[in-house]
Structure formats: structure tokens, C-alpha cells
């Protein structure tokens, strides 16, 4: 069992940045692929970012390309999303995804989900 732990997120205003961190437990953290998704209020959950096993792979939400990095530390066994030039939109509550998989998924398609964190961003 995998335990999934985001970090980082806050109150920023529109065109700042934010870091999140992601801490996993519990498991072979290179055996998984990790994502990011958010889910803004009435609204279905969606892919931001997902990043493969060896981190050598990326994969970004057309929305974002261009303003957030996902990256891993696999000797901290941690994810991280380096979120700039920040925008309203992005505003959500965001989670961090295990996939014990070879290959990047951009569905919901993951093992395991962290709690979430809140990322509101002010105009």
C-alpha cells in the first residue's frame, strides 16, 4: 500500500508561483509512474502532469505546458510540480497519483491518490 502525501500548495497571486511536493510511502516508489491532477469546484478531476518511472518521460495538460515542470526525486521518493506564471483557472485542489504502470497515463487511471492540496490563485 502506497501512502501519498502533497505539500506546498497555498494563496498566490495570478502570474506568481507555487512548488508542490508529493511524499511517498509504503511502497517501491521507482516501480511507479506519478502524476499530478486538480479538480476545481463542480468540475470533474483532471490531468495536469505525469512523469515516468526513471523520470526520463513527461507528459503535460495542453493548459499548463509551458508554465509547470513535474519532476521526481526518486532517492527522496518524491514528486514534485513547479507551478509558474500562475493564472485564476488554475485554481483546484490538487493530487498527486501513483500508477504502477510502464508508461504515462492521462486518465484517472492510477493505483493510488494523496489528499489533495489547495492551490487558489487570486486575480
Known amino acids: 500500500q502506497v501512502q501519498l502525501v502533497e505539500s506546498g500548495g497555498g494563496l498566490v497571486q495570478a502570474g506568481g508561483s507555487l512548488r508542490l511536493s508529493c511524499a511517498a510511502s509504503?511502497?517501491?516508489?521507482?516501480?511507479?509512474?506519478m502524476g499530478w491532477f486538480r479538480q476545481a469546484p463542480g468540475k470533474e478531476r483532471e490531468f495536469v502532469a505525469a512523469?515516468?518511472?526513471?523520470?526520463?518521460?513527461?507528459s503535460y495538460a495542453d493548459s499548463v505546458k509551458g508554465r509547470f515542470t513535474i519532476s521526481r526525486d526518486n532517492t527522496k521518493n518524491t514528486v514534485y510540480l513547479q507551478m509558474n506564471s500562475l493564472r485564476p483557472e488554475d485554481t483546484a485542489v490538487y493530487y498527486c497519483?501513483?500508477?504502477?504502470?510502464?508508461?504515462?497515463?492521462?486518465?484517472?487511471?492510477?493505483?493510488?491518490w494523496g489528499q489533495g492540496t489547495q492551490v487558489t490563485v487570486s486575480s
Open positions: 497519483a501513483a500508477r504502477q504502470a510502464t508508461v504515462i497515463s492521462t486518465t484517472t487511471q492510477y493505483n493510488y
Open positions: 509504503g511502497g517501491t516508489f521507482t516501480s511507479y509512474v
Open positions: 512523469v515516468t518511472r526513471g523520470g526520463g518521460r513527461t
